[in-house]
Each structure stands twice: as C-alpha cells, then as structure tokens.
C-alpha cells in the first residue's frame, strides 16, 4: 500500500525540516520526501493546512492488562493512543500480576501486536511484584524486548534495593524509570500537603515525599552509572535537582504530564472532582509555571500521560478512597496544541522533540525521521480543528479525564504505523 501526502508542513529538527512538503509512504518506509511529488499509484492524502510530525510517542501509560481489563485491555488501550495520535506507547508494568517476567513482556508486545494499531513497549518492573524486596527478572525482560524498567506505582523504598536494581539495569542499555515517593511521608497522603490540604481538611502529600526520592536517586545515579529517568515530575524544587544534576553531566533525563502542567491545586474545589485526585498530586501555581518553563527551556525532556484508567465506581465516591489518576492519551496533544503552540508559548520542533524525538531516546528506540528511508510512523495534524472533552470523545475503556468538559483546538487526524494508516480523519481505523 501507498500514501501520497500532499502539501504538509512537515516539522523534523532532526533533519532541519520545517516547510510544506509532499511526503511519499511505500510499504512501510518513507521512499521521498520532495516539493511535489507525482505518484500515480498511491493513496491521496490531502494535507494542505495540516501539520506532519514523526509520529508521537507517549512513554508512560497504564493499561490494566493482564488483570484489570474492566478499566483498559490492551486493545482499548490502543485505540485511545491511535485516537490521540500517538504510534509508540510505553505501558508500566504494575498490572496483575505485575510485568516482571521475560513472559509478561512477551504478553503484551503479542496484545500490542494483535491490536495492530501502535508499537506497544513494555516497561517491565524493577523488583518482583514491585514489592521492593528482590530483583525482578531483568535480563530476561530485555531479551523480550522491555524498554526500561520502573516500579511506577511505587517508590522504590529502600535505598540498597535501588542501588542494586540500578546497577543491575546499567548492565544493559536501558533507563531505570523512578516514581520517587518515601512512603513513610506520603501515607494517607491525598492531596498536595499545605494550603490546598489544609482548605479541604484532607491528609496532605508533601512535595517533600518526592524531592527527597528525586535526590537519592540522582545520587544513585553517580553512584551506580545507571541512566536516570525521572517519572511525573511534579515540583520546581525536584526540576531544579535535575537541571544540577544534568548540569553536571549526569545520565538524568525526565518527563511531566499534561495535568502537571496546566492544573494545579487551586483547581480542586469543595466540588471534590475526584478526577483531579491523582500521584503525585497537583501541586502550587508556581510548580505548575515553573514546569511549563522547564518544557521550553529543556530542562524536562518528555510530555507524557501518565494515562492511568478506572472505572466509575472507583471514582464515584468520597475523595480520599477514590483511585489516584487520569487517563490523558486522547486530550495530551490537544492540550498541547491549544494551550502552549497557538500561545506561541511553545514551538512546533519543540513540540516534536518532546512528543517524539526525546521519548524515543530515552526508551532506546530507533529514531524515526521524515526523510527518505525511514519508517513510516507518522501523525498528521489538524492545527484548527476543534474537540469537545466528553466521555463520548474517549475510545478509552475509562472516562476519569481531568479535562472533560474543555473544548481544545488541535488534533491529529491521521495516523501512520509501519505504514499502515491506523487513524483515517480522526476516526480509527
Ligand atoms: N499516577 C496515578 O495517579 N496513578 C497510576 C500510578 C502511577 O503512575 O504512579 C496508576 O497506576 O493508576
Ligand atoms: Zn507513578
Ligand atoms: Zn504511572
């Protein structure tokens, strides 16, 4: 099969594209990229007024599979990222049992495979059952293919067991990815501890319980020689250890969410939208600004979701024993769009290089450009469409989004795996 795509404003810093282009798709690579390109054979896309990027990766989501397929199978999972744009994810492992085997990995890169919508990269687990006790089946995993390795869902509580799992993992060419979170601070912890903890009268989760994970694990780093990848990063003071950290040259590299950086807890009311409960909590205005700048600065190498589906019923409840998350493939680019690369705020090659170029490194995957030969993992997209946020928007299993009820300008429309086109005009294929 061919694509021919017409009269697109390609953005690739990797390849110092930023102009419209015709873009040619044979199989599954990129055989031209040129001003105008005549192909009789191929497929028509027209792309005049859009905007195509390599395709975006989001490399942290959680989908429930194996054992809670009522919130997101692996197949529903796919969808919501084909939905979003997205042709790589990178799913954490603390499913059930939890992915901290050479099998488990094999699992759901065959679900991934069997979806066929997007590339599923499996982060298998540090320590078995992320208990924190003993080492999880590392080696294995990286024969299976496992991307990195993280507890996410926990902070690795013992600082030896740490060491150990990152001196196990600089072995090979993979990231540890650390949730830094010293449960002896955060316990009963809801909500970010100080005003917004004491406004609500809630048991408060200070940013200390964070910082405090994010210095050890930076020293662990130094330590141990193990690339250092920083998940959810949610405080200014925890960006400012990273920035020193990579100031000195270290293996340290981090992401944050799209509801890190445009909620913060002022956005929690006495409504107690429990759709906003999510670890690490928001944080203050000025840790949300500061993250922002972070974004454009460089300091913060990835956006990612962090997509963390559950059903109503866990969410339909009081706020302190609601589950902690938002799901956030399917509005991630949108918010982007919207609220940083309209303003100015924000530009298109930064945008790529923290949707798609930096997350691909990180995760040690092969970099994919729009130039002749490369893979035809493409997303296309609609700079002035807009969406409205509801639950019938999501192909997600689970509706918890923090941002229903928005309406955002900017989606991708379509969709290029290997060269097949998962998303046709916003719909999946
Ligand atoms: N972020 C969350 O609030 N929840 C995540 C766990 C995690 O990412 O730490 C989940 O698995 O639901
Ligand atoms: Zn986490
Ligand atoms: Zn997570």
């Not at 009269?7 to 031209?32: N, R, Y």
């Not at 024993?321 to 938002?326: E, K, R």
């Not at 995760?363 to 493409?378: C, F, M, N, Q, Y």
């Not at 509706?399 to 998303?423: I, P």
Request: charged share 25%.
């Amino acid at each position: 099969m061919a694509f021919l795509l017409k009269g697109a404003h390609a953005v690739d810093p990797q390849v110092g594209l930023d102009k419209v282009v015709d873009v040619l798709i044979d199989g599954e690579d990129i055989v031209e990229v040129a001003e105008s390109i005549d192909a009789p054979e191929a497929e028509v896309v027209d792309a005049r007024g859009k905007y195509l990027v390599p395709g975006l990766v989001d490399m942290h989501v959680h989908f429930r599979d194996p054992g809670f397929e009522y919130k997101e199978d692996i197949a529903s999972g796919c969808r919501a990222a084909t939905h979003g744009g997205f042709t790589d994810v990178a799913t954490m492992p603390n499913t059930d049992p939890v992915t901290d085997t050479g099998t488990g990995v094999r699992y759901q890169i065959d679900r991934g495979r069997a979806a066929d919508l997007c590339h599923v990269r499996p982060i298998g687990a540090l320590t078995r059952g992320e208990k924190g006790e003993a080492l999880a089946e590392i080696g294995d995993m990286v024969l299976e293919g496992a991307c990195a390795f993280s507890d996410d869902g926990h902070g690795v509580q013992s600082a030896g067991m740490m060491r150990t799992a990152m001196g196990y993992v600089s072995q090979f060419d993979r990231v540890a990815i650390a949730h830094c979170e010293v449960e002896s601070l955060t316990t009963h912890g809801v909500i970010n501890e100080g005003r917004a903890s004491t406004r609500l009268g809630m048991f408060g989760w200070p940013a200390l319980g964070e910082e405090l994970e994010i210095y050890r694990d930076i020293e662990l780093c130094r330590l141990t020689g193990c690339p250092l990848h920083i998940a959810h990063i949610s405080t200014k003071k925890g960006l400012d250890l990273v920035k020193a950290a990579k100031a000195e040259g270290l293996p340290v590299t981090c992401e944050v969410t799209p509801h890190h950086i445009f909620l913060n807890e002022d956005d929690v009311t006495a409504e107690y939208n429990t759709n906003l409960k999510m670890n690490p909590p928001l944080r203050l205005k000025s840790d949300m600004e500061a993250l922002r700048e972070g974004i454009v600065d460089g300091s913060i190498d990835c956006i990612v979701t962090d997509h963390a589906p559950h059903a109503k019923h866990e969410k339909d409840c009081e706020w302190e024993i609601a589950f902690f998350g938002t799901i956030g493939l399917e509005t991630s680019l949108p918010l982007m769009l919207n609220n940083m690369v309209r303003s100015g705020e924000m530009s298109w090659a930064r945008l790529v290089e923290v949707m798609a170029i930096n997350p691909r490194s990180v995760l040690r995957l092969k970099p994919v450009k729009i130039e002749k030969g490369s893979k035809a993992d493409l997303t296309l997209i609609d700079p002035e469409k807009e969406i409205t946020v509801s639950e019938d928007y999501f192909e997600s299993k689970s509706k918890n989004s923090a941002f229903l009820g928005m309406n955002l300008v900017g989606v991708a429309t379509d969709v290029f795996v290997d060269g097949k086109r998962t998303l046709v005009d916003g719909q999946v294929a």
